[in-house]
Nanobody
Framework: QAELVESGGGTVRSGGSLRLSCEGGGTTYQADCTAWFRQAPRREREGVAVICGWITYYARFARDRFLISQAKGEDGVSLQMDRLEPGDTATYYC???????????????????WGQGTQVAVSS
């Protein structure tokens, strides 16, 4: 099964920005929903944001700092992260497949395609 591929991770100082990209999977991104999750060491995977066509949802910590969007040509999804904080340090994963209704968007089991993750480190 084709995987998603994330890129754009790295190390930044507190207050900096990063833009993550998610491509591949042989999927049409307008069908179903695509989300970003993250997982820090010794913590559970948590939802960051999801996009379903023109509809988006964000975790509380991501509101006003992060922006999820369809990539140009709708071939992929991006996550623009601004005003990064040390607490944002984690591996970020792209996931696709939530239907957009009936279950919580931030439940990882609702997604059938996943990427390998990209590391984000924010220093103080």
């Amino acid at each position: 099964q084709a995987e998603l591929v994330e890129s754009g991770g790295g190390t930044v100082r507190s207050g900096g920005s990063l833009r993550l990209s998610c491509e591949g999977g042989g999927t049409t991104y307008q069908a179903d929903c695509t989300a970003w999750f993250r997982q820090a060491p010794r913590r559970e995977r948590e939802g960051v944001a999801v996009i379903c066509g023109w509809i988006t949802y964000y975790a509380r910590f991501a509101r006003d700092r992060f922006l999820i969007s369809q990539a140009k040509g709708e071939d992929g999804v991006s996550l623009q992260m601004d005003r990064l904080e040390p607490g944002d340090t984690a591996t970020y994963y792209c996931a696709h497949g939530w239907k957009g209704y009936g279950t919580e968007w931030n439940d990882p089991s609702q997604y059938r395609l996943w990427g390998q993750g990209t590391q984000v480190a924010v220093s103080s």
